[in-house]
């Protein structure tokens, strides 16, 4: 079994992540409801997930995958270069990043859900992408 990886964050943002948790907004409610338990395709979901110097509003570690709902604050100009600095740093320890509006969480859930699907069927075809004899540990000696 592979090791889960660890990703570096501030232990400051622990209890920032918990007080989150306690007053959800509720796009992240209804998108949780959606994730908890495994109901995503049997991948576990987290909120609220500190990652480097931020809280990342869902995360699944073995997608490698966070989901950030962009309410009202990021339509300020300074938010959006806080959120595009954010996600790169983010995306340089190899995590994928989708992002949903507010108002598609809260009046599209159902198209918000399917681009998460679609997103992780994508992710297990290139996963499960079948491996050339030699990749499998066939030499061309055992072929026959």
């Not at 009202?72 to 994928?96: A, T, V």
């Not at 990043?97 to 998460?116: E, P, T, Y």
């Not at 990749?135 to 000696?141: A, D, E, L, T």
């Amino acid at each position: 079994m592979e090791r889960r990886k660890i990703y570096p964050y501030n232990p400051k943002l622990t209890q920032v992540a918990r007080n989150l948790r306690n007053n959800s907004t509720l796009s992240e409610v209804l998108l949780w409801n959606q994730l908890k338990g495994k109901k995503m395709l049997g991948y576990d979901f987290h909120r609220q997930k500190p990652i480097l110097n931020y809280v990342m509003d869902f995360f699944c570690h073995e997608l490698e995958l966070a989901i950030e709902i962009d309410g009202n604050s990021h339509d300020l100009g300074y938010k959006i270069q806080l959120d595009i600095q954010m996600q790169k740093e983010i995306e340089g320890l190899g995590i994928s990043f989708l992002r949903f509006a507010d108002g598609d969480v809260k009046f599209d859930i159902s198209n918000v859900l399917r681009s998460i699907e679609g997103w992780i069927l994508d992710f297990e075809e290139k996963k499960n992408t079948p491996l050339t004899p030699l990749k499998r540990g066939i030499h061309s000696s055992n072929i026959i």
